[in-house]
């Protein structure tokens, strides 16, 4: 009796615990020794008919670690929700009192931010309603921390749209970026170069990108570009259409995807 409901754990895919050595501890103390034993004989005889049961169990384990993730991810966003939008490490485009907030986390030498930034202005543009914030993070090597620097001390001299010029023209330059092309690009910009030197290497601009890198961690990014919609986020350049649709989703129900 108690062998052919064995079997049928094993065959549901519970005794692969056995395999790692032990079975639950339950169940191990209501068999002798004798029992134990023969239950691992029992599992690993289940397992070896039946291969296709480990590749069963990983799948439904990498399901359950996809939800955990995502669940961990919205309370991570649900908390650091002033952080995302702080004017203090963050450029506000769009509408600053819109009723959605897109952020985007970005690197000036992140090809997929480059290929998202058309989708993004044209958001911007088009959505009169859409709030986008730009953080930068810049992960890919010290060329991109130099080219936030100097962004994040033009941010203290250009406004509004001369600072969004700024940035687009900067994201669109091709090749390898640097705090030399950044320089560059921002004295085309107007801005005044002497001053953005000084505070590029000022303390408060290295603690910006710090902070934004930190932030960056806690919410579990591990790429560029990633977006944050509503109570997701979103990685890689998913295009125009597909960040849309979830910005109206948060319009309609305050999620970025809707049930039912």
């Known amino acids: 009796m108690i062998f052919s409901s064995l079997r049928r754990l094993a065959l549901a895919g519970i005794a692969a615990c056995a395999l790692a050595g032990a079975v639950a501890p339950a169940q191990a103390q209501a068999l002798s020794p004798d029992q134990r034993k023969a239950v691992v004989e029992l599992i690993k ?35 650091e929700k002033a952080s995302l939008t702080d004017p203090a490490t963050s450029v506000i485009a769009g509408n600053p009192q819109g009723d959605v907030t897109l952020v985007e986390f970005m690197d000036y030498n992140c090809g997929f931010c480059k290929r ?6 044209a958001l911007a543009k088009d959505d009169a309603k859409l709030k986008v914030v730009i953080k930068d993070f810049p992960i890919l090597g010290p060329d991109s921390v130099e080219a936030s620097r100097v962004a994040i001390a033009v941010k203290n001299q250009l406004q509004g749209q001369k600072y969004w010029d700024f940035h ?5 330059t091709k090749g390898r970026i640097n705090g030399a092309k950044a320089l560059e690009i921002a004295k085309e910009a107007g801005a005044d170069i002497e001053r953005v030197k000084k505070e590029m290497d000022a303390p408060a601009t290295r603690a910006v990108i710090e902070q934004t890198v930190a932030l960056g961690d806690r919410l579990g990014l591990t790429g560029t570009p990633a977006f944050i919609v509503g109570d997701e986020v979103v990685f890689g350049a998913v295009g125009q259409a597909a960040l ?17």
Do not use: F, H, Y
Request: charged share 30%; hydrophobic share 45%.
């Open 116 to 121: 998202a930034m058309e989708d993004v202005r």
């Open 244 to 260: 849309k649709q979830k910005i109206e989703a948060v319009r309609k129900c305050g999620k970025a995807t809707c049930s039912g």
């Open 168 to 172: 687009l023209k900067l994201m669109a």
């Open 45 to 79: 005889e289940t397992l070896l008919k039946n291969p296709e049961l480990i590749q069963e169990a990983l799948v439904e384990l990498e399901k359950r670690n996809q939800v955990a993730q995502v669940e961990a991810q919205r309370n991570a966003l649900a908390a």
